[in-house]
């Protein structure tokens, strides 16, 4: 079951505000493989960065888990690692639903407790690895620092967040031919102009995006000993912030 988007493909009398419901969900697969540079690439590198960072006995939290891709990914990586547990939240009922069972279509030895929880809400403790992918931009942005903290505080020394956004570039010339290039994506990747429109239309009063170095500031003020981006296509940056170890 994975279905083509094509949510936005007929003119809408208006378009409301994007939200993850159960339409949302049938396509999600499709729309964010069409929708995100280096979406895959990211996934594909998880596993490698979660081996090198989990800690038996530790909590492996993945917040805003959606159908559980970076979950599988990061389950992947900690398999090795004794006494882990792996929390996937998510506070859309319908993308919990289907996680669940997403998730009980791979075999592993290692159980994944599924939340329909708000991030803001999520108590974080003894973890080792926290991804937050593509989900602090739905956040509005005063509660995006208190969610870091949070996490900081959560986690182990040694351990890490490791949180991919959309992000807009400090320049305006640069920031202009990223998202010229993200718009020339999504139309090799079979998206109208009118898609493109009415997506951008859906989404701009729900997801406000932050420059690299709005996020580092957050992982400096949160107390990391080490932060930065290992990853960036386009306007897609997949960055990480390390605890230090004392
Ligand atoms: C773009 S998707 C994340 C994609 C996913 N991490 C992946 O790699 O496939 C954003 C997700 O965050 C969830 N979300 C947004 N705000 C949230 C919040 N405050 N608490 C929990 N989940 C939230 C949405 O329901 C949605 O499933
Ligand atoms: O920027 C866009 O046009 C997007 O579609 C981005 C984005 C995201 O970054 O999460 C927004 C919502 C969808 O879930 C998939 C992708």
């Known amino acids: ?12 009398p208006s378009v409301s505000d994007f939200r993850f419901d159960q339409q949302v969900v049938e396509v999600f ?30 909590n492996v939290y993945d917040l805003g888990c959606s159908l559980g891709a970076a979950t599988l990914a990061l389950r992947k ?19 919990i639903e289907r996680a669940q069972l997403h998730l009980q279509g791979f075999k592993s030895q ?15 403790e003894d973890a080792s690895i926290v991804v937050l992918n593509f989900t602090l931009q739905f956040v509005p942005r005063e509660e995006r620092q208190q969610i870091i903290q949070r996490i900081f505080s959560g986690l182990k020394p040694g351990g890490v967040l490791f949180i991919a956004e959309k992000i807009v570039a400090e320049d305006p010339h640069i920031a202009d031919v990223l998202v010229d290039l993200h718009h020339d994506f999504k139309r090799a990747n079979g998206y109208s102009e009118l898609e493109i429109s009415q997506k951008r239309a859906a989404i701009e009063n729900v997801m406000k995006i932050d420059s690299m170095t709005t996020h580092f500031a957050r992982f400096e003020e949160a107390g990391f000993a080490h932060y ?9 940056a997949a960055m990480m912030a390390v605890k230090g170890t004392e």
């Open 228 to 236: 930065g981006c290992w990853f960036q296509c386009f306007n897609f």
């Open 1 to 12: 079951m994975n279905h083509r988007d094509t949510i936005f493909s007929k003119p809408l």
């Open 110 to 124: 290692l159980p994944v407790t599924l939340r329909c929880e708000d991030i803001r809400e999520t108590h974080i």
């Open 77 to 95: 990586g900690c398999e090795q690692a004794s006494q882990v547990q792996l929390i996937a939240v998510d506070n859309s009922d319908a993308m």
């Open 29 to 58: 697969p499709d729309m964010i493989n069409r929708s995100v540079p280096g979406y895959s690439s990211i996934l594909q590198t998880l596993p490698q960065l979660a081996e090198r960072y989990v800690q038996p006995q530790s």
